[in-house]
């Protein structure tokens, strides 16, 4: 009474907090609480969800969720099979986009317990797998969740009869059981490897776990635990024909039978007077037996003992009808049989065209990121190339600008001191002298004395032109009497070889700076050359024949004139012949 008062104002408190409280962070700590009555009380957990079902409706996804996996829970925890996946697929899906660590590993782990309760052990097992990845990815610590899911994977491998397997899950499962100092669980640990090694005959493996698992429950003094571990050993050693041992254990076991098992017992019990001979004691307890089992195999072995002891006694009706009863609970059974192995055989073939279409899914999605890929990557690609041509484009049109402007500038200084800019200033001085010669008609003074001082102006200039050719032909002059002028024409006039060394270089751009002031400064203004390219441009400079340079700077006449091209190009951007670009560095 006690035990259900607490229950009632357990559900009667967390109600009420539910319809005081409508924040998210208060539903989320009520579906806790109820989360941790799951696991003492589920059946009153099962009752407060479905009085929350109506108000959960409003909210948010990750509340539902939660409330959803806690139903999913909750069934499962009050053994209700489920009957389909439409529910825990999407929780599953949920989690696993929102990567929700805290929640996913228990998502997956109740997708294997749908599957299972769905007969469809691969895909089952491929969710417990997936939740021990998880956890072992994302190291997360859950003993609990770990041993049931090894319990759960051990089992699905005893119903696939892959008993290799099985001992290992089961060992895992004890070992997080240890952990977690939960005798109980031990105990069933222990009793599930024991069954693994009877089902495979290994008896001795078998008889060492049950005994474990008896001594466990001893230790923690739970008669009803015990029971249960030696009726089932009390089972085998009657089927192993070591009756003694069984009923040894059997009298151990009838202390504290549970309903869950009492059918069990009678089953055992009945076999041991069976097998002993005191067929009267072995007919009361099939009797019994019948009465309280709905299984097909013990009803079956039920009717078909009973039978042979019905035939032993010479009462052959008697033993007609228990024959008769055996054969329609075998046919039953083996249909059953059938029936299973059919549907292991479907749910294989299902999960392997589920796997095939899973692969199909990934390969095809894995195509598209690729091709999603390799096009965003053949447009960045594309784009950065395109960036790069077009700042080099750039450049080179502010190069091409720039290098115009320098030329420019150049060819306005050497019209500045040409014989060009004194004609053109000649026939400005003719009509400055024919407007001021008007001025004075018209007795303009203010315009005579402007008009005046431009013609003054712009004849100073002509004188300053003037001196500077005959001080450029001086230069000029000068220039032919240095050495290496000389060297260098008088070598040309014998035809003789011309070897410069890097002195003889040295005082030939000495002597045409002296001429021709900034000269190579101003070649290097307009382009950056090398070291042959000046050279050339030095030669060309003091009219060394074309000829005579290629053997100078150790070059094919061809590969003079090539080059000639190419300084043209530099200097003004564009392209012309080799006597253009004489022409250039002459006038420079």
């Not at 105990?187 to 490897?193: H, K, N, P, S």
């Not at 003054?456 to 050495?483: F, Y």
């Not at 290097?524 to 441009?537: D, G, I, P, Y």
Request: hydrophobic fraction near 35%; include cysteine; charge should be neutral.
């Amino acid at each position: 009474m006690d035990m259900k008062l607490h229950n009632f104002l357990y559900l009667f408190i967390l109600t009420s907090w539910l319809t005081a409280c409508h924040t998210d962070s208060h539903t989320t700590y009520l579906l806790r609480q109820a989360d941790s009555l799951l696991n003492v009380q589920p059946d009153s957990a099962q009752t407060l969800l479905r009085v929350w079902e109506d108000s959960m409706a409003n909210q948010p996804e990750d509340i539902q969720m939660y409330y959803q996996l806690l139903c999913i829970k909750a069934n499962d925890k009050n053994y209700i099979a489920h009957t389909s996946d439409s529910l825990i697929l999407p929780i599953v899906a949920y989690y696993k986009k929102q990567r929700n660590k805290t929640h996913l590993p228990e998502a997956l782990y109740y997708a294997g317990r749908v599957y299972s309760d769905l007969n469809d052990a691969p895909r089952a097992l491929e969710y417990y797998q997936q939740a021990i990845d998880v956890m072992k990815h994302e190291k997360l610590i859950d003993y609990n969740l770990s041993s049931r899911i090894y319990s759960q994977m051990g089992t699905l491998f005893v119903y696939q009869e892959l008993y290799n397997e099985a001992p290992e899950m089961f060992r895992k499962a004890y070992w997080y059981d240890s952990l977690l100092k939960d005798s109980t669980g031990l105990v069933f640990d222990l009793r599930d490897i024991g069954r693994v090694f009877a089902s495979i005959d290994q008896r001795d493996s078998a008889v060492y776990y049950f005994n474990r698992a008896g001594e466990m429950a001893l230790l923690i003094k739970d008669s009803t635990l015990l029971s249960m571990v030696y009726n089932e050993l009390a089972g085998n050693y009657i089927d192993w024909h070591e009756y003694s041992k069984g009923y040894e254990k059997l009298q151990i076991a009838q202390q504290k039978i549970e309903t869950l098992s009492i059918s069990v017992y009678y089953n055992n019990i009945a076999k041991y007077y069976y097998y002993t001979n005191e067929l009267d004691s072995a007919i009361y307890y099939y009797k019994k037996n019948l009465s309280f089992n709905d299984s097909y195999v013990h009803k079956a072995s039920a009717y078909e003992d009973l039978a042979q002891i019905a035939s032993k006694q010479n009462n052959f009706t008697q033993a007609l009808s228990y024959y008769e009863q055996y054969m329609l609970y075998e046919d039953s059974l083996q249909q059953t049989v059938r029936t299973a192995a059919i549907d292991k055989i479907h749910t294989l073939y299902n999960y392997q065209q589920y796997k095939k279409e899973n692969l199909f899914l990934k390969q095809k999605t894995f195509k598209q990121k690729q091709l999603l890929f390799v096009t965003i990557f053949s447009l960045v690609f594309l784009l950065l190339i395109g960036i790069v041509f077009w700042q080099k484009q750039k450049r080179k049109e502010q190069t091409i600008l720039l290098q115009q402007e320098k030329l420019k500038r150049l060819q306005k200084e050497q019209f500045q001191y040409s014989q060009a800019q004194i004609i053109a200033n000649n026939e400005k001085i003719k009509k400055l002298s024919t407007l001021l010669h008007e001025a004075k008609q018209t007795n303009d003074k203010l315009r005579q004395n402007l008009l005046q001082a431009q013609k003054d102006w712009i004849e100073k200039a002509n004188i300053q032109i003037e001196a500077a050719q005959v001080v450029k032909e001086s230069s000029w002059a000068n220039l032919q009497q240095t050495e290496i002028w000389k060297k260098l024409h008088q070598s040309i006039d014998k035809n003789g070889i011309i070897k410069m060394t890097d002195t003889d270089w040295t005082e030939l751009t000495k002597v045409i700076e002296e001429t021709y002031p900034n000269f190579v400064q101003r070649l290097n203004e307009l382009c950056t050359l090398s070291q042959k390219e000046l050279q050339v441009c030095l030669l060309i400079k003091i009219n060394i024949p074309l000829t005579q340079i290629a053997d100078i700077v150790c070059s094919s006449k061809q590969g003079i004139s090539s080059l000639r091209e190419r300084l043209y190009k530099k200097f003004v951007g564009e392209k012309g012949k080799p006597k253009d670009c004489d022409n250039f560095i002459r006038n420079l």
